[in-house]
């Protein structure tokens, strides 16, 4: 049966949740596995019920539009060379969700020029501009983002022109972007919800930070998730993270540094 005919990405996917979630409300696998209970994207069978929706992913930018200059001899990266990527996709597939998973702002001389001396680096920064010109979808807040606040908040946040994510992200009481969004796409509907490192409270400082927490991961998934299934009743919960490959560890490392919850 269905349940029987899940792609090695979609075992590998389980085999995951079940590692990062088992505490966590059963809602996020039912969610996930009643998509990929569905015949896989390349069956030949049933292909009027086969509904495929492409992601496009990004992460860790760092504010670089190439590298070829600085690494010459390193294989090319950079945003300008995956612009065209991104174009040629979206004239293919206009419904394409387009993500970025954070540390965007920070990390490149060009983008540190800018932050530095640009009266208004959000308008002037050649970096954000051709970012902005690619119409994501969303962005999910890294440690690289906060680390040049308050600039982050009253220059980036202000002018972007896409959802910042960041479901643990808080000032006071109050979330400071967007824990999720949520997505129509053939028939579905699709949460995409953002979680960043509380890693941030060790690499960045309480001045930078200027009254910003980054809560639990754990925690800031149960209540959203509670919400999410309640308020949106999705398809499919994506969960987009600018973490390790072992989120939890971040919320141990904060423990053990003594950081308060």
Not at 38 to 54: G, I, L
Request: proline content about 6%.
């Amino acid at each position: 049966d269905n349940g029987q005919r899940l792609t090695d990405d979609g075992v590998r996917m389980f085999s995951l949740l079940r590692q990062i979630s088992h505490n966590l409300p059963v809602g996020l696998i039912v969610v996930v596995l009643t998509f990929l209970n569905s015949p896989p994207a390349y069956s030949a069978v049933d292909t009027e019920k086969t509904k495929k929706v492409q992601f496009l992913i990004t992460s860790d930018l760092h504010g670089r539009l190439s590298t070829s200059f600085i690494y010459p001899s390193r294989r090319r990266s950079g945003l300008l060379h995956i612009a065209s990527i991104i174009k040629r996709e979206r004239q293919r597939n206009p419904d394409a969700i387009l993500i970025d998973c954070g540390d965007l702002l920070q990390g490149s001389p060009l983008v540190h020029y800018f932050n530095r001396f640009s009266a208004k680096p959000s308008d002037q920064n050649p970096f954000f501009k051709t970012f902005l010109s690619l119409k994501y979808d969303a962005v999910v807040v890294g440690n690289h983002d906060l680390a040049i606040n308050p600039l982050f908040e009253s220059e980036y946040l202000k002018h972007a022109n896409f959802s910042w994510l960041g479901a643990n992200v808080f000032r006071g009481g109050a979330q400071l972007v967007h824990p999720y969004i949520t997505f129509n796409r053939k028939g579905l509907k699709i949460t995409v919800i953002g979680i960043t490192s509380p890693g941030v409270r060790m690499w960045v400082s309480a001045e930078q930070l200027a009254g910003i927490n980054v809560g639990p991961i754990k925690g800031s998934l149960e209540k959203w998730l509670k919400q999410i299934k309640k308020k949106e009743s999705p398809d499919l919960v994506i969960g987009a993270f600018h973490a390790g490959l072992n989120p939890f560890r971040d919320d141990i490392n904060s423990k053990l540094s003594r950081i308060p919850p």
